[in-house]
């Protein structure tokens, strides 16, 4: 090879991506392959996943090229070939997204699924001749320093003598799980001086401009308020449900490796305009033409219900509501490097509206 070839060599970013089946994931490839990259992509089902998100992406005017390969998380090396192995050692980034976003999941569950990526992960990265950047989608809870205060997390040196169990008694499977990834992530990272991002995003709705969502929650919430069956509003007046669109958090997400300033940072990613939860119910309810309730009813007394066994007869899964929070999130870097990237928020009133108009028609043609 000579050496105009090498430096172009060299210049070429190719991003592994986990979770590119899932809602983030599939505009996290647009934006991926929008900005120059050659993505690989790990699927579970390839033979049906693979042709879906060519579809998706077709219908938004992105062609590119992607190359699928069959894993998965759960297992040793992910289970790959030795020919995906042999590619992913190409690699420049890594686009984590995979895991398993599941309410009531035991710890058993949780962990087997959302930790046992992270040896490979690592791995990968450390053996990647060009490597770049690993690239972590984590939570928004994990960045509330006075939650870490209150459960021993404030600061977290040795995440392995840390007694995880405590954290999936209170948070549950899914939520804690995220807590034990991210730390154990972060520090072994560090330790073996690989570069790193973490974005940490809010509740992720729908894209800004269109409304498209694919949610599970957010259809179920809609589908409850279109039928009336939402007899109170959890949490308090002053409690907000942070949020962030999905195609502005995969252009945030994808923008970050062009600048070395951003190595090594956690970035809270929420709209610091997020509507109080009433305001935002209300705002669904206008674009499903309903009304919403308006007496209240502590997210205490819905956790504790779900304790003793009774959240089966509960209108909504409780576990979410451990996003809805009073807390005032510190996202001053964040907004300082998405102006450095001339990134333009999005509008909260128009965002909200459009996706209200998008579940409506779901949940009408699903009733």
């Given at each position: 090879m000579g050496l105009y070839q090498e430096c172009l060599g060299m210049d070429k970013k190719i991003a592994f991506v986990t979770g590119a089946s899932g809602f983030i994931g599939h505009w996290v490839v647009r934006e991926l392959l929008k900005n120059d990259f050659e993505v690989i992509a790990l699927f579970r089902n390839p033979e049906v996943q693979f042709p879906r998100i060519k579809t998706w992406l077709g219908s938004r005017g992105v062609n590119s090229p992607i190359r699928a390969v069959k894993g998965d998380l759960t297992q040793p090396d992910f289970a790959l070939e030795s020919d995906a192995l042999e590619a992913l050692s190409s690699i420049t980034h890594i686009f984590h997204l995979g895991g398993s976003m599941r309410w009531n999941m035991s710890r058993g569950?949780?962990?087997?699924?959302?930790?046992?990526?992270?040896?490979?992960?690592?791995?990968?990265?450390?053996?990647?001749?060009?490597?770049?950047?690993?690239?972590?989608?984590?939570?928004?809870?994990?960045?509330?320093?006075?939650?870490?205060?209150?459960?021993?997390?404030?600061?977290?040196?040795?995440?392995?003598?840390?007694?995880?169990?405590?954290?999936?008694?209170?948070?549950?499977?899914?939520?804690?799980?995220?807590?034990?990834?991210?730390?154990?992530?972060?520090?072994?990272?560090?330790?073996?001086?690989?570069?790193?991002?973490?974005?940490?995003?809010?509740?992720?709705?729908?894209?800004?401009?269109?409304?498209?969502?694919?949610?599970?929650?957010?259809?179920?919430?809609?589908?409850?308020?279109?039928?009336?069956?939402?007899?109170?509003?959890?949490?308090?007046?002053?409690?907000?449900?942070?949020?962030?669109?999905?195609?502005?958090?995969?252009?945030?997400?994808?923008?970050?490796?062009?600048?070395?300033?951003?190595?090594?940072?956690?970035?809270?990613?929420?709209?610091?305009?997020?509507?109080?939860?009433?305001?935002?119910?209300?705002?669904?309810?206008?674009?499903l033409g309903v009304k919403v309730p308006r007496r209240r009813v502590p997210i205490s007394w819905l956790m504790l219900l779900m304790k003793l066994g009774f959240g089966r007869w509960l209108p909504l899964p409780v576990e979410p509501l451990a996003f809805v929070t009073n807390y005032s999130f510190d996202t001053s870097n964040t907004e300082r490097i998405a102006s450095h990237l001339q990134l333009q928020w999005p509008c909260p009133e128009s965002y909200i509206a459009h996706m209200a108009l998008y579940l409506r028609e779901q949940v009408v043609l699903s009733n």
């Open positions: 569950e949780a962990r087997g699924v959302n930790l046992a990526p992270l040896s490979t992960l690592v791995t990968l990265a450390k053996n990647a001749v060009n490597f770049q950047r690993f690239v972590q989608f984590s939570g928004f809870m994990i960045r509330n320093f006075a939650l870490r205060e209150e459960i021993g997390l404030a600061n977290c040196p040795r995440p392995a003598e840390y007694n995880w169990n405590q954290l999936y008694r209170r948070f549950g499977g899914y939520e804690a799980s995220k807590f034990e990834f991210h730390f154990k992530l972060v520090n072994q990272l560090q330790m073996l001086k690989i570069p790193y991002t973490v974005i940490h995003p809010a509740s992720v709705i729908g894209d800004s401009e269109s409304g498209e969502v694919i949610s599970e929650d957010l259809v179920s919430l809609a589908d409850v308020l279109y039928r009336k069956k939402l007899p109170a509003i959890p949490g308090r007046r002053q409690d907000v449900m942070p949020l962030i669109p999905v195609d502005f958090l995969a252009r945030f997400a994808v923008a970050i490796t062009s600048s070395d300033e951003t190595e090594g940072e956690e970035y809270v990613l929420l709209d610091p305009r997020s509507p109080d939860l009433l305001t935002f119910l209300e705002m669904l309810g206008k674009g």
